[in-house]
């Protein structure tokens, strides 16, 4: 099956820092990359949806200039979080989907990031 | 808009026993595909089971099967033969066609697989 990265797996940072997570597609082209959030013991929330080459689309409620999401290849789609406070701990998760007759998505193994 | 629904928190099950965990949706799209995924504690998202809506069987992968009534809009998992490795998180979700691939996921169930 094909294989989505993520980097780092976990990250602490101070108040005020921001924070750059990587999703990469090694084994297939990504033509759509999806960012999610998870709190503790709750269900995957989608923040936005990304193409190759275009802006991402964010869904409702989510800063976008707080998340910034660049998908600049095919093959890798950043999420920085900008001026992270302590509420923005969490759990995200990518996934990558390239296109296949079926639109699987794959997904990463998740950064748990902490903000202090 | 879709909605998935996923009314058990949380299940126990006896170890080599067969679980059901329920999932309900709502949607007028008459095209759409139905998922299940696996949390463990690790937190990755491990693929299961797909079901589409023109599918006339109900889908089966190994020791998993999804039992598909259209009419009333749920998808329960069956977990045959329960491990202790099945312990974990599991989340049934929902795609619509044409909707950018989009997945809108249930709160998930919480199985705990008892020795």
């Known amino acids: 099956g094909a294989v989505v990265s993520q980097h780092p797996s976990w990250v602490i940072c101070k108040s005020g820092t921001s924070v750059k997570i990587e999703c990469r597609s090694l084994?297939?082209?990504?033509?759509?990359m999806f960012w999610y959030r998870q709190f503790p013991k709750q269900s995957l929330m989608l923040m936005a949806t990304s193409n190759e080459g275009s802006k991402a689309t964010y869904e409702q409620g989510v800063e976008k200039d707080k998340f910034l999401i660049n998908h600049a290849s095919l093959t890798l789609s950043t999420l920085t979080v900008t001026s992270a406070h302590p509420e923005d701990s969490s759990f995200y998760i990518c996934?990558?989907?390239?296109?296949?007759?079926?639109?699987?998505?794959?997904f990463g193994p998740g950064t748990r990031l902490t903000v202090l | 808009a879709q909605k998935i629904t996923q009314t058990q928190p949380g299940m126990f099950v006896q170890e080599k026993e067969a679980v059901t965990l329920d999932c309900t949706y709502d949607?007028?799209?008459?095209?759409?595909?139905l998922f299940w995924y696996k949390q463990p504690s690790s937190g990755e998202m491990i693929f299961l089971i797909y079901q589409g809506s023109y599918d006339q069987q109900n889908a089966t992968e190994g020791r998993y099967s999804l039992n598909f009534q259209k009419a009333r809009k749920s998808a329960n998992l069956v977990i045959s033969a329960s491990q202790l490795g099945d312990s974990a998180m599991y989340f049934c979700a929902m795609r619509l066609s044409g909707s950018a691939r989009q997945l809108t996921f249930g709160s998930g169930t919480q199985l705990t697989v008892l020795p």
């Open positions: 949607t007028s799209d008459p095209s759409y595909g």
């Open positions: 084994d297939f082209q990504a033509t759509t």
């Open positions: 996934s990558a989907s390239g296109g296949d007759p079926y639109n699987e998505q794959f």
